[in-house]
């Protein structure tokens, strides 16, 4: 019996685009447990109220619930030991350092690059409270956060320099091979490959080259993403 997840989705069912249910498409698919997803937009509480909050993912296995892309990680690390995501509790606690930098620098320096392109990427529905919602955490429109981006992308580019070092000597954050460190930050770069256009990355820098290689693996699952 697959386990069931709620994923975030646009307008097209098929776009998926949270970086928080891409991480853990990607551990699922590493440790190879089938998974069916369930479309979900950001106004559409009421599907995962079952869960005592209100955001995806969220993943029911067999009459259990966990959300929290953290905790449905360690979940399926005891649930399914190997392959591991983490390589053991001292690359559990090298992932949370990743997780707690993906969520503060790599999502914080990304959001006002491509944020009045997801604006067109999400579901009509959920334009309005989209537009009002960050607008509000901005303190601008969406129009005023993203413009000028082809300069200040430079300073993102930048806050990569620890990845970028790291896969200058290794293939891999996690080693020989993909570790949850890996998805974590493939994850959180899926979020703009899908809804925009924008080019993040230079080409010819190592990041690009991995981000390459991680949406190959697990039989081109990143590649056959639907995109804007």
Known sequence: MSITMYDLAGADPDLRFSPYCWRIRFALAHKGMPVE???WRFTEGD???FSGQGKVPVIQ???TTVFDSWAIAEYLEEQAP???LFGGSVGRAHAAFINAWADS???GGIA???IRDLLDAVDPKDQAYFRSSREARFGRTLEQVQEDRADRVVAFRASLLPVRLVLRRQAWLGGAGPSYADHIVAGTLMWPHCVSRFQLLEDND???AWFGRMLALYGGLGT???RV
């Open 37 to 39: 997803t369930i479309p």
């Open 47 to 49: 599907k995962i109220a």
């Open 61 to 63: 296995d067999a009459g």
């Open 82 to 84: 190997m392959p591991s």
């Open 105 to 107: 620098v790599m999502l």
């Open 112 to 114: 006002p690059l491509i």
């Open 206 to 208: 190592p990041i690009a």
């Open 224 to 226: 056959s993403a639907k």
